[in-house]
């Protein structure tokens, strides 16, 4: 639900197998309302009823194909408090009286009473605007909440962060999010995803930097078996994917010009077409983009394409920016990382503190979460070593350990790390770590690993 809901654009829909009856009701209704829909049978709208549409319904009782006490019944099990409002004959006002206490809203008695009905259509949609905007703010309550513990820092940038995703996350807008490597873009298009309606569909990250330009449109649009050499099967592109979803595209300026062109065709028509295939494929889904820079004026980016992705922007500041964030960041992630790591946390030193203050962290937060692996691997007492450029694993008790053993510690250690950085998603740590599922299922029981363990401590 768009959180800029106004009464004007709450629909009443008609649902009635009399034309005439369905027009001039239309007609009556349009001198002070401007969203009218009208339906011959409630079948044919049954399935667009969602929970918090905005909407009222004004449905006849009796029509050849359906019942409308019944049709009301079943807009009640998808939103209790939408409300539906029984168009009856005369002989029919004892079953809606009956109606109105199964929680029916009203009824009217054909043929209309003018100001009953108005003043019935008048109340009802009150009515549904103040349960939408008491939905809506409740929403934004619990979101608030959620986004506390999802973005740690207080810094004023950060609080502008936090309100900037709260507030556009129920705008189904396409956001351009700025920020540089390793600051937390996907994290904040997941905030978006997550708090939006269409938070039950698929949040699917793309990112562009990391497809070859050749392959950029196979990618995006999909294609079908035997469209080039190497495509032995079909495979549906990611817009598709996305479908009622969000598609993240990630360091987006790195997508080619004609690559550009061809994303803002689609996004123009929402339609794709396969490579291999002349089918014109529907496509509905939130464009979240992200790049880290300046896209307005820039020569490699198509302007046309740049409006329409940037309806609003989101700032990341870099961590150098935040200092005030720093060593409650670090402190988080490595006592998080102690947990998962079997070791134990030990408060920061005020050696460590000026360390990390003082520290520039080109990597921002992606960089201080390393940071504070190694800080927790080495028993949190040696921050030189964990800001250390070089991710080589040395034990402290090294002594009297063989390599074997030594190897394995390491071993089982960017496992479980792994795990915790990709919350229990198997998938992504076999690709990042370039293993087999059945090698790495063999060392999850040597070294006695449950990634349900990793998926429970995030969620």
Same mark, same amino acid.
């Given at each position: 639900?768009?959180?800029?809901?106004?009464?004007?654009?709450?629909?009443?829909?008609?649902?009635?197998?009399?034309?005439?009856?369905?027009?001039? *009701?239309?007609?009556?209704?349009?001198?002070?309302?401007?969203?009218?829909?009208?339906?011959?049978?409630?079948?044919?709208?049954?399935?667009?009823?969602?929970?918090?549409?905005?909407?009222?319904?004004?449905?006849?009782?009796?029509? +050849?194909?359906?019942?409308?006490?019944?049709?009301?019944?079943?807009?009640?099990?998808?939103?209790?408090?939408? +409300?539906?409002?029984?168009?009856?004959?005369?002989?029919?006002?004892?079953?809606?009286?009956?109606?109105?206490?199964?929680?029916?809203?009203?009824?009217?008695?054909?043929?209309?009473?003018?100001?009953?009905?108005?003043?019935?259509?008048?109340?009802?949609?009150?009515?549904?605007?103040?349960?939408?905007?008491?939905?809506?703010?409740?929403?934004?309550?619990?979101?608030?909440?959620?986004?506390?513990?999802?973005?740690?820092?207080?810094?004023?940038?950060?609080?502008?962060?936090?309100?900037?995703?709260?507030?556009?996350?129920p705008m189904d807008i396409p956001i351009m999010i700025y920020g540089e490597t390793g600051s937390g873009k996907e994290l904040a298009a997941r905030c978006l995803h997550e708090y939006s309606?269409?938070?039950?569909?698929?949040?699917?990250?793309?990112?562009?930097?990391?497809?070859?330009?050749?392959?950029? &449109?196979?990618?995006?649009?999909?294609?079908?078996?035997?469209?080039?050499?190497?495509?032995?099967?079909?495979?549906?592109?990611?817009?598709?994917?996305?479908?009622?979803?969000?598609?993240?595209?990630?360091?987006?300026?790195?997508?080619?010009?004609?690559?550009?062109?061809?994303?803002?065709?689609?996004?123009?028509?929402?339609?794709?077409?396969?490579?291999?295939?002349? &089918?014109?494929?529907?496509?509905?889904?939130?464009?979240?983009?992200?790049?880290? &820079?300046?896209?307005?004026?820039?020569?490699?980016?198509?302007?046309?394409?740049?409006?329409?992705?940037?309806?609003?922007?989101?700032?990341?500041?870099?961590?150098?920016?935040?200092?005030?964030?720093?060593?409650?960041?670090?402190?988080?992630?490595?006592?998080?990382?102690?947990?998962?790591?079997? *070791?134990?946390?030990?408060?920061?030193?005020?050696?460590?503190?000026?360390?990390?203050?003082?520290?520039?962290?080109?990597?921002?937060?992606?960089?201080?979460?390393?940071?504070?692996?190694?800080?927790?691997?080495?028993?949190?007492?040696?921050?030189?070593?964990?800001?250390?450029?070089?991710?080589?694993?040395?034990?402290?008790?090294?002594?009297?350990?063989?390599?074997?053993e030594l190897v394995e510690k390491y071993e089982s250690s960017v496992i479980k790390l792994k795990l915790h950085e990709h919350r229990g998603k198997v998938s992504k740590v076999l690709d990042?770590?370039?293993?087999?599922?059945?090698?790495?299922?063999?060392?999850?029981?040597?070294?006695?690993?449950?990634?349900?363990?990793?998926?429970?401590?995030? &969620?």
């Amino acid at each position: 639900m768009n959180n800029s809901l106004e009464k004007d654009n709450i629909t009443i829909i008609i649902v009635d197998d009399d034309e005439d009856i369905r027009i001039n *009701t239309a007609d009556l209704l349009s001198t002070q309302y401007k969203n009218i829909e009208l339906y011959d049978s409630p079948i044919k709208i049954i399935k667009k009823i969602t929970p918090n549409l905005p909407a009222i319904i004004l449905t006849d009782l009796r029509m +050849p194909d359906a019942d409308g006490f019944e049709f009301a019944q079943k807009v009640q099990e998808i939103d209790p408090n939408l +409300p539906v409002i029984l168009m009856t004959g005369y002989g029919d006002i004892s079953i809606a009286v009956d109606a109105i206490k199964h929680g029916i809203y009203d009824f009217i008695e054909k043929p209309f009473d003018i100001d009953h009905l108005m003043d019935s259509i008048h109340r009802a949609i009150e009515k549904r605007f103040l349960t939408l905007s008491l939905a809506e703010i409740q929403q934004k309550l619990d979101n608030n909440i959620k986004i506390e513990n999802r973005l740690i820092g207080y810094c004023p940038a950060i609080k502008q962060l936090k309100r900037d995703i709260v507030d556009f996350a129920p705008m189904d807008i396409p956001i351009m999010i700025y920020g540089e490597t390793g600051s937390g873009k996907e994290l904040a298009a997941r905030c978006l995803h997550e708090y939006s309606s269409r938070s039950q569909y698929n949040f699917v990250p793309l990112n562009c930097a990391a497809i070859p330009e050749q392959l950029a &449109e196979a990618e995006l649009f999909g294609y079908k078996k035997g469209a080039f050499t190497d495509a032995k099967s079909s495979r549906i592109g990611k817009l598709e994917y996305a479908k009622n979803g969000t598609l993240f595209l990630d360091e987006i300026e790195s997508l080619s010009l004609a690559t550009q062109a061809k994303l803002l065709r689609a996004l123009s028509d929402n339609v794709i077409t396969p490579i291999g295939s002349n &089918e014109e494929i529907p496509i509905n889904c939130r464009i979240i983009s992200a790049t880290k &820079e300046d896209l307005r004026n820039n020569n490699d980016f198509r302007q046309d394409l740049f409006f329409r992705l940037q309806v609003a922007e989101i700032k990341i500041p870099p961590l150098k920016e935040r200092k005030e964030d720093i060593a409650h960041l670090f402190e988080v992630f490595s006592i998080q990382h102690c947990k998962n790591l079997g *070791t134990n946390y030990r408060a920061i030193t005020p050696y460590t503190l000026d360390k990390l203050m003082s520290y520039s962290w080109p990597g921002n937060v992606r960089e201080l979460i390393n940071v504070s692996t190694r800080y927790a691997i080495k028993n949190c007492s040696d921050i030189d070593y964990a800001l250390e450029s070089t991710e080589t694993f040395i034990e402290t008790d090294s002594q009297g350990k063989s390599l074997k053993e030594l190897v394995e510690k390491y071993e089982s250690s960017v496992i479980k790390l792994k795990l915790h950085e990709h919350r229990g998603k198997v998938s992504k740590v076999l690709d990042e770590l370039s293993i087999e599922r059945r090698t790495f299922n063999q060392k999850l029981n040597k070294y006695n690993i449950n990634t349900s363990d990793y998926k429970l401590k995030e &969620e």
